[in-house]
Nanobody
């Protein structure tokens, strides 16, 4: 059974930074994609960033491009989301999730039917 634990959320002032972590256990497949989504109250869930285990390809949502960076530690089975220049609009619950495929991932997308989800971590950007 795959288990994801997201952590690192908190309260930060506008312009500040946070780093989220997603620790994955039970992943036995060589090829998968891990993504971060977020959902703010009253808004639809939004894809933030994703990364593949196959070759480290990344993809970002338009609202975070240039401010957020996703990275991975394949040895620790952990994915990080470095969030810089945070804005109040970034306030949301952030969830990590994994899509487990059966072949090499040449990229990742947010429309996948992701298989497992973490519990979410709250990020609040406010002065």
């Amino acid at each position: 059974q795959v288990h994801l634990v997201g952590s690192g959320g908190g309260l930060v002032q506008p312009g500040g930074s946070l780093r989220l972590s997603c620790a994955a256990s039970g992943l036995t497949e060589a090829h998968y994609a891990i993504a971060w989504f977020r959902q703010a109250p009253g808004k639809e869930r939004e894809g933030v960033a994703c990364i593949t285990s196959s070759d480290g390809s990344t993809n970002y949502g338009g609202s975070v491009m240039g401010r957020f960076t996703i990275s991975r530690d394949n040895v620790q089975n952990t994915v990080y989301l470095q969030m810089n220049s945070l804005e109040p609009e970034d306030t949301a619950v952030y969830y990590c999730t994994v899509d487990i495929g059966y072949g090499f991932y040449s990229g990742c997308e947010f429309y996948y039917e992701y298989d497992y989800w973490g519990q979410g971590t709250q990020v609040t950007v406010s002065s």
